[in-house]
Every structure is written in C-alpha cells, then in structure tokens.
C-alpha cells in the first residue's frame, strides 16, 4: 500500500497491540486510556490512573506512532451508552473529551457525539438511528473549536507532556514543542 505513487496512507489497526506497529500501522487503539478516563470521571479513581494509562499506551512505541482516544466509538456506544450518559451529561462529555485529545494521541469523533446525541446507535443490531444535527448548538460550537485549536497547536498534537503534580482529583499538565507551551 506505501509504494502506490501519489498517495498519503495512514494504517489504523483496530486494536491495541503495540506490535502492530512494527508491521506497518501509524495507529492503534486506546482502549487502556478510554478504560483510566471512565475510573476516574465514575468510579472516584485519582487522576494518577489516568496519567498511567496514557503512560503505559505511549511506552516503547515507534517515533512519531500515535494512539488514537475516544469518548465514544462503535463498541461502546452501542454497549455502554453515549459520552452523556457515560460521563453524566454535557460537562462531563466535554471534559473527558479535552482530556482525550489534548493529553496525547488522535482523537476520534463518533456519530453525533459532536452535539451530544443522546440515543445509542444501534451499529450492531442494524437499524437507522436518525441524528438530530440541530440539537446542542453549543457543544457543536466547543468541539469546533477544541478541534480547530488542536489543529493550530504542535504542542498539542506532538509536543511533550509534563503532568504538574498536585491534588489526587485534579489533573493539570503541559504539552510543549519548541517554544509553545499549552498549560
């Protein structure tokens, strides 16, 4: 696939094997990190397990691989519910969001999650679930622009991350590239 002239392939394996790597693909899942933002957002777990799972993601992998993080997908959706239910509601979607494609990796948007669908989709069970796009205006306008501003930001996309230590319940970090520094 690498050697069709003309072409820009990104390789996304759907799982979360670090050898897939070695094999060719740029991407993989981020399922241990999805796992570290719904202890600590439902089940009082400290911040510093989310910190190790995305540790733990980013240990011995390639230079310039990535993991790609979500707050819904698929799997989940379909299974555990929207990032409104399984965040408790629209601040606490939002806030898992930022956590998930500010602190490292790719993020993914699934289905309607950008104006907080509130319906499961029923990916497996087939069916045709309609999408209001007109429905919270506002969380359209903050991921426009959590995304438009990852976009602008090296140091988000690949800069380093420092985790400021502090409080068991807050997390604050720094990601830097160069002479730009996000806090």
Same mark, same amino acid.
């Given at each position: 696939?690498?050697?069709?002239?003309?072409?820009?392939?990104?390789?996304?394996?759907?799982?979360? @094997?670090?050898?897939?790597?070695?094999? /060719?693909?740029?991407?993989? #899942?981020?399922?241990?990190?999805?796992?570290?933002?719904?202890?600590?957002?439902?089940?009082?777990?400290?911040v510093s397990a989310l910190v190790s799972a995305h540790t733990e993601e980013y240990n011995n992998i390639p230079a310039g691989a990535q993991i790609l993080r979500w707050t819904s997908?698929?799997?989940?959706?379909?299974?555990?519910?929207?990032?409104? @239910?399984?965040?408790?509601?629209?601040? /606490?979607?939002?806030?898992? #969001?930022?956590?998930s494609s500010y602190m490292g990796g790719v993020p993914l948007l699934y289905n309607g999650q950008e104006v907080g669908c509130p319906q499961q989709l029923s990916f497996f069970k087939g069916g045709n679930t309609k999408i209001d796009w007109s429905i919270n205006p506002d969380m359209k306008a903050e991921y426009k622009r959590l995304l438009k501003f990852r976009k602008s930001s090296d140091a988000i996309r690949n800069g380093s991350l420092e985790v400021l230590n502090g409080s068991p319940d807050v997390l604050a970090f720094i990601r830097s590239s160069g002479p730009e520094k996000i806090y």
């Open positions: 696939l690498r050697n069709i002239p003309n072409r820009d392939i990104i390789m996304f394996a759907e799982a979360e @094997d670090k050898n897939l790597f070695s094999a /060719g693909f740029n991407l993989t #899942f981020g399922w241990r990190f999805y796992t570290g933002v719904k202890e600590v957002m439902n089940n009082n777990q400290p997908n698929h799997d989940n959706n379909a299974t555990d519910g929207t990032p409104l @239910d399984i965040f408790k509601g629209k601040q /606490g979607s939002m806030a898992a #969001f930022v956590l």
